[in-house]
């Protein structure tokens, strides 16, 4: 068990696909168009549209900055740090419109196959029932992965492959909200 670690500052951003925004990618698993995922870290600088993404399943979390509200058909929702992750169809790409300020959020895209993204309680133990788990860490801590220890940097993703059968995390700074992630899509 092997896991990998991919620190935020050290991936350049690129556009978002329509344009209005930037992202980070920090892992893609799975072929262009068939089963798998992607996770990243959009800067959400300004009101704008977000990207559509047909056929894919689609987790949103704030992670810095005070939010933002989406527009969906059916109307809109409110997302800020302090909020569950928001679970949407891609397809749906809703207007956002900033709260006060500019806002980071995480993103957990999924085609075919299942998936998670939920907020890590600070030392409590998480089960990841998938093939394949990670942590987005905001601020730098420990993950206990099955018994074993790995240091996790502020702004970065520790993954697994192959998910251990139960993960812990202490972070540093006790105020920092980190994310657990799980999917059933492997390299």
Not at 12 to 18: E, M, T
Not at 113 to 130: E, K, N, S
Not at 146 to 151: I, M, N, Q, W
Request: aromatic share 8%.
């Amino acid at each position: 068990m092997h896991p990998v670690v991919i620190r935020l500052a050290d991936v350049a951003p690129q556009p978002w696909r329509n344009g209005h925004g930037s992202m980070r990618e920090l892992l893609v698993r799975g072929a262009e168009g068939g089963p798998g995922l992607r996770i990243s870290v959009a800067d959400i600088g300004r009101d704008c549209p977000f990207s559509t993404y047909p056929g894919l399943d689609r987790w949103f979390a704030v992670i810095e900055g005070a939010g933002v509200v989406l527009h969906f058909a059916d109307g809109p929702r409110r997302v800020t740090s302090d909020d569950p992750p928001l679970q949407f169809g891609g397809a749906d790409a809703p207007a956002c419109t900033l709260v006060d300020g500019p806002t980071r959020a995480l993103n957990l895209m999924l085609r075919g196959v299942a998936g998670r993204l939920a907020r890590a309680a600070d030392g409590g133990d998480w089960t990841p029932r998938a093939a394949c788990a990670g942590l987005f860490a905001t601020a730098a801590g420990n993950c206990d992965a099955d018994g074993t220890s790995h240091a996790v940097p502020a702004g970065a993703l520790l993954w697994f492959d192959d998910a251990p059968s139960t993960m812990r995390f202490t972070p540093a700074a006790h105020a920092a909200t980190s994310w657990w992630l799980a999917a059933d899509a492997r390299a």
